[in-house]
């Protein structure tokens, strides 16, 4: 006896539109494009304001242009300047680059809408002479801006490189003894300096405000040189006939080994 095959049930499928998944991935979608839109390209969020402390007014405009510029930035091929896109440390490089000036910048945002960019200015030590130009010079050995009236004046014989503005041309421990050298000659000794010349790596001249030179070994103990000197210019040297002298040499020895200038003989 044969046996009745049971009917196949097909079960009913649901209409795509109840599927609770679909609609759960079309809120997260919405959602998603939603908040994007909110943060990135509403209104609310733009960059709209810049306000700069600690740079002289006459550079604030070229810095707030600055900053303007590379606060935009695109999102879906959407031009933007969302406050959240703002790569701080990249702005940051670029003031640096552009503005030899600065020498520190902090930038903060301030939501919804504005940039707060505080900087520090560099302050001139001295000035710093390649050569055919001279440029103010910081505590860290960075030029910033042309200058030769910023005392002492330092001049280098040795670079052949071109300067340019933001270059550190020496060295910080280097740049502090050449003012210590400059301080001691003109409020220990009372020679006025009129510039300082490296004229190499183990030779620095000094030349005086009275027309005659120093010479001394920047590698070799500056303090003793400068004993030296003091010790010829207090004991064997009087004020008034320095103005005789045509050189001092410091570099070599235990004694400072003056020249004199010769004087003409009259007939």
């Not at 030769?148 to 670079?159: E, F, N, Q, Y």
Request: proline share 3%.
């Amino acid at each position: 006896m044969k046996q009745r095959r049971k009917p196949h049930r097909y079960k009913k499928r649901k209409p795509i539109y109840r599927n609770l998944f679909l609609w759960l991935g079309i809120f997260v979608l919405l959602l998603s494009f939603s908040l994007l839109y909110f943060l990135f390209l509403a209104d609310f969020f733009q960059v709209k304001e810049i306000n700069v402390a600690g740079l002289q007014e006459v550079l604030q405009g070229r810095l707030k242009l600055l900053v303007q510029e590379r606060a935009e930035n695109n999102i879906l091929s959407f031009p933007t300047r969302s406050i959240f896109l703002v790569d701080t440390g990249k702005m940051t490089e670029d003031i640096l680059r552009k503005f030899p000036l600065i020498s520190k910048v902090e930038i903060s945002r301030n939501f919804p809408d504005s940039l707060n960019v505080s900087v520090a200015e560099r302050k001139g030590l001295a000035s710093f002479c390649g050569e055919n130009v001279c440029f103010a010079m910081d505590e860290e050995g960075v030029v910033f801006e042309n200058d030769g009236d910023t005392k002492p004046l330092i001049r280098t014989l040795i670079s052949e490189n071109e300067i340019h503005l933001g270059d550190k041309v020496i060295e910080k421990e280097e740049l502090r003894q050449l003012l210590e050298i400059n301080s001691y000659l003109e409020m220990d000794l009372g020679v006025a300096v009129k510039e300082l010349i490296i004229a190499s790596a183990e030779k620095l001249t000094v030349l005086t405000q009275e027309g005659w030179e120093l010479y001394l070994n920047p590698r070799e103990k500056i303090e003793w040189q400068l004993t030296k000197l003091k010790v010829l210019l207090n004991e064997k040297i009087p004020q008034g006939e320095r103005e005789r002298l045509e050189w001092i040499e410091l570099r070599f020895g235990n004694f400072a080994n003056p020249k004199y200038r010769e004087q003409a003989t009259t007939s």
